[in-house]
């Protein structure tokens, strides 16, 4: 049985449906945000070479500006391009001196 007191009008009920849908939405949206956050720092704490993890860890939590690099979605690719540059380098030091 409905109670004067509650009962609403159905322009009233769907204006909160409509304030419930768009506060779920809100917070899906700010979950979605969260999730992408939590990745980042799972791929930040994760290092290719197994042996350098500690090292990684200790430099990540003692200096916040490595831990910021770190987070940059290009400094993987960074890595490696300035790998292959020294490796180059070495190569061409080694060439040249025979």
């Known amino acids: 049985m409905l109670d004067k007191e509650n009962y609403q009008s159905g322009e009233e009920g769907a ?4 304030e419930m849908a768009e506060r779920e939405l809100a917070h899906l ?7 992408e956050e939590i990745e980042g720092i799972e791929h930040l704490a994760k290092t290719d070479i197994g042996a350098l ?5 200790y ?4 200096f916040g500006w490595y831990s910021v690099w770190h ?15 020294f490796c180059l380098l070495v190569l ?4 040249l001196k025979r």
């Open 92 to 95: 061409m030091v080694f060439y």
């Open 15 to 18: 204006d909160m449906l409509n």
């Open 53 to 57: 993890s500690k090292h990684h860890n």
């Open 71 to 85: 987070q940059n979605k290009r400094a993987e690719s960074i890595h490696y391009l300035l790998l292959i540059i």
């Open 59 to 62: 430099l990540r939590m003692k």
């Open 29 to 35: 949206q700010k979950a979605a945000e969260i999730g």
